[in-house]
């Protein structure tokens, strides 16, 4: 099925639109295609406040995610196709240690994932049960 979202061009981000989750409105970079999902925040030294990075899935499923190359701490957000926060990682960084990287798995499939800078599910009261609802929605 098609995605909510109605996804628009800027000169300073490949896809860009907007999302709101308990009353706040954000800018998001979204990540449609597998490449873009492959590198999504890496090598970013920062994100504005308010502003994230939507990970689009073609179908429902449960993706991977690690931290690698990841410069800035970040909350993740696993999100179903009705919209519904299902589960939230907080705080992650990259470890430096050279351990191997954890690896974080969504509670039930999902169709997509919200990163942000952390700390901004703790401010805003984002939690599970949480609705996202998409610009156009």
Do not use: C
């Amino acid at each position: 099925s098609p995605s909510p979202l109605a996804p628009s061009h800027s000169p300073t981000t490949e896809l860009s639109s907007h999302l709101t989750v308990e009353g706040v409105t954000f800018t998001v970079e979204l990540a449609v295609t597998a490449e873009a999902r492959s590198i999504g925040l890496m090598h970013r030294s920062s994100l504005k406040k308010n502003q994230g990075m939507l990970f689009v899935f073609p179908h429902n499923q449960k993706p991977r995610f690690w931290m690698k190359n990841m410069l800035i701490p970040i909350d993740l957000f696993w999100i179903n196709l009705d919209g519904t926060i299902v589960g939230i990682e907080s705080d992650l960084s990259f470890d430096k240690s050279g351990n191997p990287p954890t690896i974080y798995y969504p509670p039930t499939p999902i169709r997509y994932v919200f990163e942000v800078n952390a700390g901004v599910a703790d401010k805003y009261g984002i939690r599970p049960g949480s609705l996202v609802v998409f610009e156009g929605q």
